[in-house]
């Protein structure tokens, strides 16, 4: 097989396009597969310059700085599918010598619906732990529930128990208010046989589908979500459920069920904490018991916060004897320091959460020594729930016991810091890039897909600056200096360069760090290119309602000027038949008779004349057929010639067509063949009595536009006197018997009806050129 027959070979089974380019954007050689459908290319390529396809502004530029660089280069564009959604798209360009390169265009759309999902998915997950962070109890549960009723846009939640055939709500609320704990049946709810991986999904009809249960009839609940929760010792049987409601249809949402297991996951450490905390109560009798049994320093303090009972081995160590301790403050054993910090930080949230554990004290022995203590208590309570007392203990640690467990715990902190500061950096929904002394060192997964590289090992070692748009590299270098230098944060939105060349809109907040010892920046950046791509749809809607109030505007003058015409050229005649009427009435002579009669059919012709015209300006303003069709421009003045044959004749006149730009328009059919009808025979009327009258029409088009050209060499027009008054109603420019001033006044009004522009160019005794410029189709 000889190396054609290789390379032939391998761009067969090659599906996506590959180009050869020279340094100019010129298209030498590209290979396309058969089944290659997801960019419309159909036209001859090669041959062609790329600066010639609309969605490839930059693509010369990339090209020119590929070879002059001598590396890969990567940019991006996105053209509309038939369905009108975007499809994205890479092109990885390579130099192939010293002035040609390789193009590669691969298809990106399915990875750009992934970074939607992450972004949704990252916001959902600030939603859950948003209030819960610092509370702890029945607190904690109403936060959550609140939370999880924000989350999936609820209208109610609820974390309930089961007790016996019983659905016990432990906290009850809507996404903003906490209601009151309710109970009902479990049997005719959907929760009677609930197993581990359950979901409950019933987008509507609950009401329907769970008649007898009374929470949904009393709450109008027409769909939920549940998720059951387990203690931890025992994963078969549930001990609750954790349920969002709607009274209204819902759908559900990317990632929802990793929302509800980290839902359900803190729901239930919670409550599982919960209950330990009641069994510890319900075994107060046996732990009393050990008060005299065990060298521990136990004791007890009522509401007051006095001491009610102390163990043994707690008069021991501290030197006290029962009475001594018995009915005291429990504070005012402690040193100042410690008693402030006890009643102002601990003490508060120990009433909130009725338990603390190994809190650092100090406590003043009988005879005045300081001992370090680790102080824990929990609140125990009666059937009511009302307070009973608390039980404390106090570990006593010596100096080098007490810094062996701060150094043990501070390196357990700092390891655990460290692995969940290293997991929030790889799994962070927004792209972090780290760089120090121009070069980038670190740089996690999302940053990666932004930046749409293979791997990060493609981003270490490069400059930030080689993913800053050109236009901002000044603001960026200066900006980056401001963070080292004024050591503050600094948050805006720019264009990012990725790697295969495209440029997205990012909002980027750089931050000084400690990097390996070293001061580096940390930017933090997430994809904002569809919020900048509405700002700039809102700008192109506020520019077409301006187009409209200014097509208003002349529709509202036109009127006018018709309402003042009409009532002068009407007053005119009538005033006229008037007079002569009076005359009739007061000579009855013959002759007056006859004079009277002659001069009111003149004047009746006259005014029959001028509602004639006044009719077709009407018409022409408010007509009601103006429905676009295509139209072939040739046919239009084929008929029009064949109807004029007898002016042409008189005139020795002649008209050509030129329709080589285009011959079909999509237009009102009835409007072409006004506005063409009254400038040729314009032409023709007006024609210079030292040659014979000559009118083209020709179709030529400027930046994507469709323009109509009708071109005479008559009379010609003093622009300089009558420019302002070109078209307006009643508006002549020659003694001509058959001057009416109506026809251009007509075709200006269709032309701008339907968004339009028609000018003039003309000079006296070379003739007129009429451009019509037909806007968008």
Not at 432 to 442: D, E, N
Request: hydrophobic residues 35%; glycine residues 6%; aromatic residues 10%.
């Amino acid at each position: 097989m000889s190396e054609i027959d290789i390379q032939q070979s391998l761009l067969s089974i090659v599906k996506n396009p590959i180009f050869r380019i020279d340094k100019s954007g010129l298209i030498l050689e590209c290979h396309v597969h058969k089944d290659f459908d997801s960019l419309p290319i159909s036209e001859r390529l090669v041959g062609r310059n790329i600066d010639q396809f609309d969605y490839l502004p930059n693509g010369v530029d990339v090209v020119r700085f590929c070879l002059e660089n001598q590396k890969s280069e990567i940019t991006f564009f996105s053209v509309p599918d038939s369905d009108g959604a975007e499809k994205y798209f890479e092109v990885e360009i390579e130099p192939a010598s010293r002035s040609e390169v390789i193009a590669i265009v691969r298809e990106i759309t399915h990875r750009k619906k992934q970074e939607a999902e992450l972004i949704q998915y990252y916001n959902l997950i600030q939603n859950i732990y948003q209030g819960t962070a610092a509370s702890t109890g029945r607190t904690f549960l109403d936060h959550l529930t609140q939370q999880f009723c924000k989350a999936f846009n609820g209208d109610f939640s609820f974390i309930a128990l089961f007790e016996k055939k019983e659905l016990k709500m432990v906290s009850f609320s809507t996404h903003n208010k906490i209601l009151e704990q309710e109970s009902c049946g479990i049997e005719a709810s959907p929760f009677a046989n609930l197993h581990h991986e359950d979901i409950i999904s019933v987008s509507a009809d609950c009401q329907l589908v769970f008649p007898n249960f009374e929470l949904f009839q009393k709450r109008d609940i027409q769909g939920l979500i549940a998720v059951p929760l387990f203690y931890p010792e025992n994963n078969k049987k549930a001990a609750g459920v954790m349920c969002v409601m709607f009274q209204k249809y819902y759908h559900t949402f990317q990632h929802y069920e990793k929302i509800l297991k980290i839902f359900s996951t803190r729901a239930a450490t919670e409550l599982d904490r919960l209950r330990r905390t009641k069994q510890l109560e319900d075994s107060e009798e046996k732990f009393k018991a050990m008060y005299l049994n065990t060298p521990a320093l136990f004791n007890s303090v009522d509401a007051e916060g006095r001491i009610a009972e102390v163990g043994d081995y707690f008069l021991e160590a501290t030197g006290y004897t029962r009475e001594e301790v018995t009915g005291k403050m429990a504070f005012d054993f402690l040193t100042p320091e410690s008693k402030t910090y006890g009643l102002t930080k601990v003490f508060p949230e120990y009433v909130k959460t009725g338990y603390c554990k190994d809190i650092p004290f100090q406590f003043v022995k009988k005879n005045g020594e300081i001992m370090d203590v680790l102080f824990s208590s929990v609140v125990v309570k009666d059937k009511a729930g009302n307070f009973l007392k608390s039980l404390t203990s106090l570990q006593d640690v010596t100096d080098v016991n007490n810094r062996r467990r701060e150094i043990i715990r501070s390196e357990s902190k700092v390891s655990e810091d460290a692995q969940r500061l290293q997991s929030l950096f790889d799994h962070s929904p927004v792209g972090i890039i780290i760089h120090s002394k121009g070069v980038i060192k670190k740089i996690n997964a999302e940053a990666v897909r932004l930046t749409k590289a293979k791997s990060a090992k493609e981003i270490l070692g490069k400059s930030p600056m080689d993913f800053i748009h050109p236009d901002s590299h000044d603001v960026a270098s200066q900006r980056i200096h401001n963070i080292y230098t004024k050591k503050t944060a600094h948050k805006n939105e720019q264009k990012f360069v990725c790697m295969d060349g495209s440029v997205i809109w990012v909002e980027a907040m750089g931050t000084l760090i400690s990097f390996e010892g070293e001061p580096a920046v940390q930017i933090a950046i997430y994809d904002i290119t569809d919020r900048k791509l509405a700002q700039e749809k809102v700008l192109e809607n506020e520019k077409n309602l301006q187009s409209l109030n200014e097509h208003l505007t002349r529709q509202n003058n036109q009127l006018e000027e018709f309402a003042h015409i009409a009532s002068h050229n009407l007053r005119a005649p009538i005033t006229n038949m008037m007079s002569l009427i009076q005359i009739k009435e007061s000579d009855q002579d013959e002759a007056t008779e006859q004079f009277v009669w002659e001069n009111l059919k003149k004047g009746v012709a006259n005014l029959d004349e001028t509602i004639v015209e006044l009719n077709e300006v009407v018409k022409t303003s408010w007509e009601l057929d103006k429905r676009k069709r295509k139209v072939k421009l040739s046919r239009v003045l084929n008929k029009i010639l064949s109807s004029i044959k007898n002016e042409m004749l008189e005139t020795g006149g002649k008209v050509e067509g030129d329709f080589t730009a285009f011959d079909s328009i999509t237009y009102p059919k009835v409007y072409i063949e006004s506005i063409l009808i009254n400038l040729i025979t314009n032409g023709l009327k007006y024609a210079h009595p030292e040659r014979p009258p000559v009118v083209k029409v020709r179709t030529f088009i400027v930046s994507g536009i469709k323009c109509l050209e009708v071109k005479d060499n008559g009379l010609g027009i003093d622009l300089s006197k009558y420019k302002d008054k070109m078209f307006g109603l009643r508006k002549t420019f020659h003694n001509h018997p058959e001057a009416r001033g109506v026809g251009l006044f007509i075709t200006k009004a269709q032309v701008e009806s339907m968004g339009g522009a028609i000018r003039v160019e003309s000079k006296i005794g070379e003739g007129s050129n009429f451009i019509i410029n037909f806007g968008t189709e």
